[in-house]
Every structure is written in structure tokens, then in C-alpha cells.
């Protein structure tokens, strides 16, 4: 399984726009970029996934690049909420299990 | 609320018992997940099912087996525990095998 590289940890205030990067130089064509986070106390949550172009939905954005060998995580406003664990994940398409990394432990100061 | 149900919450046994998790999937998703997440080892997958079906193996120790259910909630199973076997464990559903995965709220099993 194709490797991602994260911060350990980032830091935000509320209401600013975060940015979360992950470097996967090893990517195949065929592997879709997938983010989850985990906010304390729970389950994974799945936050969004693309393979090739940017993607936006309710909770964030993914910016891949155009060489597919980074992506970055946006969420456009910040919320204490938000404060979490988030993980980017290479998923062979067609394929099935997620493989999780360390992730980047999100801080949000008020 | 992801609509996974697990129970039990918590689990407290002794070194050489052995237990059984349950996990109920979301209404209409044929696949169920399990995964492990410990301080030292992080989040893990075990093993997946689809309808019925093993469908693919990952970390699992020949300890722990799992099967799921025609009406499609799934059972893990952990014998012979050990310490190391203290951990959250999670369950995730999908409608496909492949799909979004929604986790549960997780069971968390203490060896003593």
C-alpha cells in the first residue's frame, strides 16, 4: 500500500481557514486520495475523497495536485468542532480496507 | 450518529478469557468492517465481510475470528486474551465493498 506523509500536528483559531496537507509521491493511478478525521472519543468520520480533481462538499475541500503526489485538505472556516485527528489515506480503487497513517492532530483556539 | 451500533461499550475481562463484540451495520450496507486502534499501534484493520462473505484479511491475530450474519450484523471474536489485546475496537460499514466507510462509536476492551 502506497505510503502518506502528514504533519504530527497543526494549530488554528476559530473561524480561519485551515489548510492540511499530505504528501503521497508513491501514488498510483489508480489510487484515490481519502481523508477521515477522528474528533476525540469517537469512531473515524469519513470528511472526502477525489482522484484526480479538486473536490468540495459540505465539510471541506481536497486540492490534488496535478501531479497527484500531494493534496491538501481544506476547511474553509474552523470551528472548535473540528478539532480532531485527520488522516490521509491511499485507497487502491476497487480496493476495500483503509490503511491509517499517524494522521495530523488538529488544534482550534477560540 | 453514524447508524453503526456496537455493543458492548466497555469490556472488562481477565488474561485467557474470551469474548465476543457485535457490530450492526447501517440500514441497507451488505459490508461490515473491524478494525483495532491501540496507543502503540494505531488504528488497524482486521478483517472485512461483505454479504455474508470474508472478503479481505488484514492484521488479525488467529486468536480473534469474526463472521457476519445473514441479517448482515457481524460478530468479533477474541480468545485467549492478553494484555496487548486492550484496545478500542471499531466496526465501519459500507453499501458496496468498497464505498465510504461509517465507523460505530467502537467498543473498548480491557485485558486485566
Known amino acids: 500500500d502506497a505510503k502518506t506523509t502528514q504533519p504530527n500536528s497543526m494549530e488554528s483559531n476559530e473561524e480561519e481557514p485551515v489548510h492540511l496537507p499530505c504528501n503521497h509521491s508513491?501514488?498510483?493511478?489508480?489510487?484515490?486520495i481519502h481523508w477521515y478525521r477522528q474528533l476525540p472519543s469517537q469512531g473515524p468520520e469519513y470528511v472526502i475523497h477525489g482522484l484526480t480533481s479538486n473536490v468540495n462538499n459540505r465539510m471541506a475541500s481536497l486540492a490534488i495536485a496535478e501531479d497527484r503526489k500531494s493534496s491538501t485538505l481544506i476547511l474553509h472556516r474552523a470551528t472548535l468542532r473540528d478539532a480532531a485527528v485527520y488522516y490521509c489515506?491511499?485507497?487502491?480503487?476497487?480496493?476495500?480496507?483503509?490503511?491509517f497513517g499517524t494522521g495530523t492532530r488538529l488544534q482550534v483556539f477560540p | 450518529d453514524s447508524g453503526v451500533t456496537q455493543t458492548p461499550k466497555h469490556l472488562i475481562t481477565a488474561t485467557g478469557q474470551r469474548v465476543t463484540l457485535r457490530c450492526s451495520p447501517r440500514s441497507g450496507d451488505l459490508s461490515v468492517y473491524w478494525y483495532q486502534q491501540s496507543l502503540d499501534q494505531g488504528l488497524q484493520f482486521l478483517i472485512q465481510y461483505y454479504n455474508g462473505e470474508e472478503r479481505a484479511k488484514g492484521n488479525i491475530l488467529e486468536r480473534f475470528s469474526a463472521q457476519q450474519f445473514p441479517d448482515l450484523h457481524s460478530e468479533l471474536n477474541l480468545s485467549s486474551l492478553e494484555l496487548g489485546d486492550s484496545a478500542l475496537y471499531f466496526c465501519?460499514?459500507?453499501?458496496?465493498?468498497?464505498?465510504?466507510?461509517?465507523f460505530g462509536p467502537g467498543t473498548r476492551l480491557t485485558v486485566t
Open positions: 465501519a460499514s459500507s453499501v458496496g465493498p468498497t464505498g465510504e466507510q461509517y
Open positions: 508513491t501514488i498510483s493511478g489508480t489510487d484515490y
Open positions: 489515506i491511499l485507497r487502491e480503487g476497487g480496493g476495500d480496507k483503509l490503511i
